[in-house]
C-alpha cells in the first residue's frame, strides 16, 4: 500500500503506508504545476490534519473525497487522490497530513447522518460537489482561518523554547537585572570552605578544534573560577592550527591538562582522546565555547555526595555568541524520565558521571556523531538504572553561533539520523520492541511507537445522564474514527429520564459491544465510575467523558500501547476545546488558585509545541485529567479506584497520585487528540455551592497528599510559576 505524489506527469516520490497512521510532511518543487497525491486504491482512507505552505501563495485544494465531517477527509473510491493546484504559480510547496487505512463496519456508525446535517438539503448531490461543499465550508469557517497562520515550518530551536523565550526578548537582558552567571562572595566563600567526604577529582572533558581565542578564554576562565577546587581541564585539540595552543600556554595552571591530536577524529573519538588522558574519578563534559556557572561542579558534587547517584545534571541556559547579557533560550528541566530521554537529549549540560559508568559504556560512539552526546546519556542513565539526579538550578550556560545546533538543528541535519540511531540503540539493549522516526515538524525529536504483541479490549467507560445529544455525537465520533480493533462501551447510566436518551440506549444495546451499567443516585463520579468499572470486561479502562469528540481515529492505539507497559500506569490525551486551544496536556500537581493542581499549557493553540516541545511527544506527568483516561484494569483495582470521598473534583488527580505511589509512571500522549465541550454536561463550578464543594474536596486532596505536594512535582521545575504553568514569574 503506497501513497504516490505526481507533478506533471512524473513521479515525484512514494511513500510506503505504515500498519498505524502515516505522518507525513515534505517539500516538493512544482513550478507551478499541479501536485496529484494519489492515495491506496480500494481502501477506505482517512486524511486529517491537512496543511500546505506555498511561500504565501494561494492553493486550491481538491479532491474526489465521498464525505468530510470536521477537517476528515474520507476517500473510497477506486482511485482516490487529491490535488493542490497553484492559480500564483508557486514553485514549491510543503505539505503535511496525516492518513489512516480504516477497516470494520463500525466506522460507518453515524456518519452519514453527520454528513447529511453539513450539508442539508443538497444532499443528493454528486459525491464530490458534497465533499467540496463541506470543504469550502471549513476554509471560510473561523477555525480555519485562525490555523492559517500556523501552517509554516519553523525552526525547532525558535519553537523550543515557546512563550519564555518571547517573554525574555520583550524583557531586558537577563544578566544585567539576574546576574545568572555571579555568586556573593559569602557563597563562595561557604562553598570554597565546604568539606566533603570525598572530594574527588573531577575530570572536565573538551574536545577543541580552531576555538576563537576569546571563547576559549571564557570556557577557561569559568572553569578556573569553580568554588570546587579539585577538578582538571582536559582540553583535546584537533585543530589544524595553533591557536588553542597559545592561549593554553597563557595559562600557568597545572589542572589545565593539553595535548595536540595527531588528526580530527570526529567530536566522538576527540572527546574519547579527551578522556584516555584524563584521571579523575568523576567526568563532565564541556563544549570549547561554553560556559560554567561558578557553582557548577560544586552543585553536582554535593548532589553526588547527599544522594549515592552516579549521574547528574543541571539547568541551563543559551546566550548569543559572544554576549552572556543576550539569553536566548533557559532551559528548565524536569527530573529525570525515561519517556522525555527517549523523545530528545533534555539532560544536555552540566553533566557529571563517574569515570567508572563512563568505561562502561565504551565511550562516544562515532556512528552518532551529531547526536552523540544523547547517545552517551542514554547508555549512561541504563547503566545508572534510571536514577540520574537533577539540580534545579541554571548551572550552563550553552553560546549560540553560526552553525551550531544551540542556534538551529537545521544547520546540523545529519544530527536526526544519528539521534534515531541512539533511541535505536537504546530500546534494543532495554529489550523493548518498537520504531523510531524523527518528528515531522522537529528533526532532533524523537516519537517512539512500541509494538503491541496483541491488543487487550478496551473497556470505554462514558458517565451520562440524559444529554441524548452529546453522548451521540461522542460515540459516533468513536464508531466512525476509532481504528483500535478490540473495544466496548460502557454507559454509566445516572439517573436519565429523558425518553429519547433511554431509546437510544436500547438501540445501542442491540449492537452487541454497547453495554448500560444501573448507577443511579446521587451524582458522585467516583461512585459511578467504580462501579461501571465493576462491570468492564477489558483488560485497558478508558474513562470518558460524554462531552468528548475524537479527532485522531489512532487515539486509542496510541494510548493503549503506553498503557499496557508495565512501567507505566494512567495515560492521559490531548484534549482541546472547539476553538482549536488547549484544554488538558497533562497536569502539574502543587499549581492554580488552590495549589492543588492545573492544566499544562491551557489555551496554547493545537499546534503549538509547548516549553521544550512537551505537547509533541509522549511525555511523563504526575497526573492527566478523567475527561480522557486509560489504565490497566489491575491496576486500577489494586488502588481501589476513585476515591467516593471526592464527588466531583480531584478524584482523577487523587487516582493518579495512588498509581504513582504504586512505582508506576503516568504519560500524557499528545498524539491522541479528542475535541472536549468540558462541563457542558454538568455545568461549570462557579455557582456559590459548587464553589464550596470544590474548597471542601480540595482540602481533602491537600490533606492527604500533603507530603507529595510540598515534595514538588518531579515533572514540573521548581523555577516555573505557580500559577500558570511554565511561565517564569521572575523575567
Excluded at 388 to 400: A, C, D, G, L, M
Aim: proline share 3%; glycine share 6%; with cysteine.
Amino acid at each position: 500500500m503506497n501513497v504516490r505524489f505526481e507533478c506533471n506527469g512524473e513521479t515525484l516520490k512514494t511513500v510506503e503506508m505504515p500498519e498505524s497512521v502515516l505522518h507525513f510532511e515534505d517539500s516538493f518543487k512544482v513550478d507551478g504545476h499541479d501536485l496529484k497525491v494519489v492515495l491506496p486504491a480500494g481502501r477506505m482512507c482517512l486524511m486529517y490534519r491537512i496543511s500546505f505552505d506555498a511561500d504565501g501563495k494561494q492553493v486550491v485544494f481538491s479532491s474526489n473525497a465521498e464525505k468530510v465531517d470536521h477537517s476528515v477527509f474520507r476517500f473510497g473510491s477506486a482511485e482516490p487522490y487529491a490535488v493542490l493546484s497553484f492559480p500564483q504559480g508557486a514553485d514549491s510547496v510543503i505539505l503535511r497530513f496525516e492518513l489512516a487505512v480504516v477497516e470494520g463496519e463500525r466506522m460507518e456508525a453515524g456518519f452519514i447522518e453527520s454528513m447529511q446535517e453539513k450539508i442539508g438539503p443538497d444532499a443528493d448531490r454528486s459525491a464530490a460537489d458534497s465533499a467540496m461543499a463541506a470543504i469550502n465550508e471549513i476554509y471560510n469557517s473561523r477555525t480555519w482561518k485562525m490555523s492559517k497562520g500556523l501552517m509554516k515550518p519553523v525552526s525547532f530551536a525558535r519553537r523550543a523554547a515557546g512563550a519564555v523565550k518571547r517573554r525574555v526578548k520583550e524583557s531586558s537582558p537577563i544578566k544585567k537585572k539576574y546576574d545568572l552567571n555571579v555568586i556573593s562572595a559569602e557563597t563562595r566563600s561557604e562553598q570554597e570552605s565546604y568539606s566533603f567526604k570525598n572530594p574527588a577529582k573531577v575530570s572536565i572533558l573538551v574536545p577543541c578544534y580552531n576555538t576563537p581565542s576569546l571563547y576559549l578564554r571564557e570556557m577557561i576562565d569559568s572553569v578556573r573560577t569553580q568554588t570546587y577546587q579539585n577538578w582538571e581541564l582536559c582540553l583535546a585539540d584537533a585543530s589544524d592550527s595553533d591557536v588553542v595552543k597559545n592561549v593554553v600556554d597563557t595559562y600557568h595552571d597545572e589542572r589545565i591538562v593539553y595535548k595536540k591530536l595527531e588528526e580530527n577524529g570526529g567530536i566522538s573519538r576527540n572527546s574519547n582522546a579527551a578522556f584516555a588522558f584524563s584521571t579523575g574519578e568523576y567526568i563532565g563534559l564541556l563544549d570549547h565555547d561554553d560556559l560554567l556557572h561558578p557553582s557548577a561542579v560544586f552543585d553536582a558534587m554535593k548532589r553526588i555526595e547527599e544522594t549515592g547517584c552516579r549521574f547528574v545534571y543541571s539547568d541551563e541556559a543559551v546566550f548569543r555568541e559572544d554576549d552572556l547579557n543576550d539569553i536566548q533560550n533557559i532551559h528548565y528541566k524536569n527530573d529525570f524520565s525515561w519517556d522525555n530521554m527517549r523523545a530528545y537529549n533534555y539532560l544536555c549540560h552540566f553533566s557529571v558521571f563517574t569515570r567508572e559508568l563512563f568505561e562502561k559504556t565504551g565511550g562516544f560512539d562515532p556512528d552518532c556523531d551529531g547526536a552523540q552526546d544523547f547517545d552517551l546519556f542514554l547508555k549512561l542513565a541504563e547503566g545508572a538504572d534510571g536514577h540520574v539526579e537533577h539540580i534545579p538550578e541554571i548551572r550552563y550556560f550553552w553560546r549560540s553561533a553560526a552553525g551550531s545546533t544551540a542556534q538551529s538543528a537545521s544547520n546540523k541535519g545529519y544530527a536526526s539520523q544519528a539521534g534515531v540511531r541512539a533511541v535505536e540503540g537504546h530500546l534494543k539493549r532495554m529489550g523493548i520492541k518498537g520504531s523510531v522516526h524523527a518528528n515531522a515538524r522537529y528533526s532532533t525529536l524523537y516519537n517512539v511507537t512500541y509494538d503491541m504483541e496483541r491488543y487487550p479490549k478496551v473497556s470505554v467507560i462514558i458517565p451520562n445522564k440524559n444529554a441524548y445529544s452529546l453522548l451521540k455525537n461522542c460515540l459516533d465520533s468513536i464508531f466512525a474514527r476509532t481504528l483500535y480493533p478490540d473495544y466496548e462501551i460502557v454507559i454509566a447510566e445516572n439517573n436519565s429520564d429523558d425518553p429519547k436518551t433511554l431509546a437510544y440506549y436500547k438501540e445501542l444495546q442491540k449492537t452487541g459491544y454497547v453495554k448500560v451499567v444501573d448507577c443511579s443516585g446521587p451524582f458522585n463520579f467516583s461512585a459511578i465510575n467504580n462501579k461501571a468499572a465493576k462491570e468492564a470486561s477489558g483488560e485497558l479502562l478508558l474513562f470518558l467523558n460524554n462531552d468528548i469528540e475524537v479527532i485522531s481515529p489512532d487515539w486509542m492505539n496510541q494510548m493503549a500501547m503506553l498503557a499496557v507497559r508495565d512501567e507505566n500506569g494512567c495515560v492521559g490525551a490531548k484534549l482541546l476545546y472547539p476553538d482549536n486551544t488547549v484544554q488538558h496536556a497533562g497536569v502539574v500537581i502543587g499549581t492554580g488558585l488552590d495549589r492543588v493542581a492545573s492544566h499544562a499549557f491551557w489555551r496554547l493553540g493545537m499546534d503549538d509545541p509547548g516549553y521544550m516541545m512537551k505537547m509533541a511527544f509522549a511525555n511523563d506527568v504526575m497526573a492527566v485529567t478523567g475527561a480522557c483516561l486509560m489504565v490497566r484494569k489491575e491496576i486500577f483495582d489494586q488502588v481501589e479506584g476513585f476515591d467516593e470521598n471526592l464527588a466531583v473534583a480531584y478524584n482523577d488527580i487523587d487516582l493518579c497520585m495512588k498509581v504513582y505511589s504504586l512505582g508506576k509512571t503516568n504519560v500524557f500522549q499528545p498524539a491522541a487528540e479528542l475535541t472536549h465541550f468540558e462541563s457542558i454536561s454538568r455545568g461549570s463550578d462557579e455557582s456559590d455551592e459548587k464553589r464550596q464543594r470544590l474548597v471542601k474536596e480540595a482540602g481533602i486532596f491537600k490533606e492527604k497528599w500533603k507530603d507529595l505536594l510540598e515534595k514538588g512535582d518531579p515533572y514540573y521545575n521548581p523555577n516555573f510559576s505557580k500559577d500558570i504553568t511554565y511561565r517564569i514569574d521572575w523575567l
